[in-house]
């Protein structure tokens, strides 16, 4: 539409020009403003309200490493005796 010609050109050249630049502008915004104010507002947020973890001291958690750390060992003495 932004390089029409014939009949009704200077309308459809202002609506394409019209449509371009907008979706120009909101592919910017998108690709620099947004990301700028989720970093922004994230630090806002870190700074006021520190993130906590509740389930840091979880003892389920606890078993299921040594778990899983036991099972790794056991496949690494057999790959290494083979």
């Given amino acids: 539409m ?5 009949v009704g050109k200077n309308g459809n050249q202002t609506l394409g020009a019209a ?3 907008g979706m120009l502008i909101g592919m910017m915004l998108q690709i620099f ?3 700028a104010l989720f970093v922004i507002f994230q630090y806002l ?3 006021f ?11 389920e ?3 299921e490493l040594k778990q899983y750390a036991r099972q790794m060992a056991i ?3 057999v790959k290494s005796k083979q």
């Avoid at 932004?2 to 014939?6: I, K, Q």
């Avoid at 309200?49 to 003892?59: A, H, I, S």
Wanted: hydrophobic share 30%; aromatic share 6%; glycine share 10%.
């Fill in 2 to 6: 932004m390089f029409a010609s014939g």
């Fill in 19 to 21: 449509a371009v630049g």
């Fill in 33 to 35: 403003v947004v990301p």
């Fill in 45 to 47: 947020q870190e700074k």
């Fill in 49 to 59: 309200t520190p993130l906590e973890f509740g389930d840091e001291e979880n003892r």
């Fill in 61 to 63: 958690v606890k078993s």
């Fill in 75 to 77: 496949e690494k003495e």
